[in-house]
């Protein structure tokens, strides 16, 4: 009896393992809607069954092979018997045909790294890209494929744009009062005795005073040498700060600092700068509107605008374009009982490769202007001969020099763990002072201050 159990028993264990062996484990497929494969099954088909007809349709083309068409978003199982026992389970999943939009994606961005994956009702976009407005307009792209579009992509960390100050100086030389200065300046005093020397254009500042008797003078006599702006004349050295010397000048009135802009902008970008205003032009119509006159406005001031670019070696190209331009009454028109002045503009444009910190200095524009003014009497000034008595005519030239002076500098920004430091008000060609609330400003010497981070 029990070898009988026994021997039951062994039967249905093995039966059990062959139902197993003939039953595989489930296949995952994934199909686009409209889309077909084929299966290319091992044994001749015997019967098919598909659990959701409404997504996947298989139909037994031959004896051993299986047609399965999508035709609707979703999943399903397909089973298929074959006529020796053998038993396999396929679960299909019927996405939306996402390759157009792939494509579409890969050719409007090919520098991207954008992957589409589908679900039921939505679309969901993956990846890296280079910045949100690609983001955004993939998502856009992908709004045309389903109502639904899940966003996933990831923007790549923007680096940190070097950016370049731009420290400008608009200063305009007095020629004509250099001139005249020097040549005041190397008279003496008759009879060979020592006097007072002045340009009688500027306030005297005496650099050193000899008093005592003199050889040559008379007996006992105590007289005076007073040298006026020695450092105007003699300290235009090669050796000597550029700042100081015209900080000297500047005292005499002799140069003229017309504006101190500091311009920051981002490498590459384009920046400008314009201090001054604008004046009315009266336009006259034409057309239909013929006749009538309307205003327009054009700028005039100092104006800059500079075009920097980092080099691969630290150097900094730049394109820079300084103009000075003034309202120009002696030459302004009438048109229309409007009088319109004129303008007087002193213009350069130049490319330029300096190194940070290196200054660049733009001269040579000249203006050169003689002015005559006549006064008479009138009646009698028209007299012929005699009538010369009785009118005067002056004449006036001034010629001066538009200087620019350029200092690039590379900025960097703070780190994001960097302290942020307090605004400091820049003090570097005055002497520390207290200011009037009793606060004192000290200038750091430079091995003292803070380097820039790098």
Do not use: C
Not at 24 to 40: F, H, Q, T, Y
Not at 357 to 386: C, H, W, Y
């Amino acid at each position: 009896m029990i070898r009988v159990w026994s021997a039951a028993i062994s039967f249905v264990l093995l039966g059990a393992a062959a139902a197993a062996s003939a039953q595989s484990a489930p296949e995952e497929l994934k199909i686009p809607v409209g889309r077909s494969m084929v299966i290319d099954y091992p044994a001749d088909v015997r019967q098919i069954s598909t659990s959701n007809p409404d997504v996947v349709d298989a139909v037994a083309v031959t004896t051993r092979e299986i047609l399965l068409h999508g035709k609707g978003q979703g999943a399903g199982t397909v089973v298929i018997w074959a006529k020796n026992g053998q038993r396999t389970f396929y679960n299909i999943t019927v996405d939306q045909n996402v390759e157009p939009l792939r494509e579409m994606l890969r050719n409007t961005f090919p520098g991207e790294s954008i992957k589409v994956q589908s679900g039921k009702d939505s679309l969901a976009l993956t990846g890296h890209v280079s910045s949100k407005e690609v983001s955004d307009r993939a998502a856009a792209l992908a709004a045309g494929f389903s109502k639904a579009v899940v966003n996933n992509l990831e923007i790549a960390a923007v680096p940190v744009e070097r950016q370049v100050m731009l420290r400008v100086r608009f200063a305009e030389l007095n020629r004509t009062a250099a001139s005249s200065l020097g040549v005041n300046l190397v008279s003496t005093g008759a009879g060979n005795t020592p006097g007072q020397i002045s340009t009688g254009q500027f306030a005297s500042s005496s650099a050193s005073t000899l008093k005592g008797a003199i050889p040559g003078s008379a007996a006992g006599t105590v007289s005076e040498f007073d040298i006026s702006d020695v450092l105007n004349v003699f300290a235009f050295r090669p050796d000597l700060n550029i700042s100081a010397f015209i900080k000297a000048l500047q005292t005499r009135g002799l140069l003229q600092i017309l504006a101190e802009p500091n311009l920051v902008t981002v490498n590459n970008k384009e920046a400008s700068f314009l201090v001054g205003g604008e004046f009315p032009v009266p336009v006259v119509q034409g057309g239909a509107s013929m006749g009538t006159v309307t205003v327009q406005f054009r700028e005039f001031g100092i104006r800059l605008t500079f075009l920097p670019s980092i080099t691969a070696n630290g150097t900094i190209k730049m394109h820079v374009k300084p103009e000075v331009s003034t309202i120009d009454i002696a030459n302004s028109v009438t048109l229309s009982g409007f009088t319109i002045p004129a303008l007087a503009t002193r213009r350069m444009e130049t490319n330029i490769e300096l190194a940070e910190g290196q200054s660049f200095v733009i001269g040579g524009l000249m203006d050169d202007r003689v002015t005559e003014s006549a006064s008479k009497i009138p009646g009698l000034s028209n007299i012929p001969i005699l009538g010369a008595l009785f009118k005067s005519r002056q004449e006036n030239k001034s010629k001066s020099e538009l200087v620019v002076m350029v200092t690039p500098e590379i900025v960097h920004p703070l780190d994001v763990k960097d302290p942020k430091p307090m605004p400091v008000m820049p003090r570097e060609f005055m002497e520390p002072a207290t200011a009037g609330n009793g606060t004192t400003f000290t200038i750091l010497p430079p091995d003292q201050r803070k380097p820039e981070r790098k």
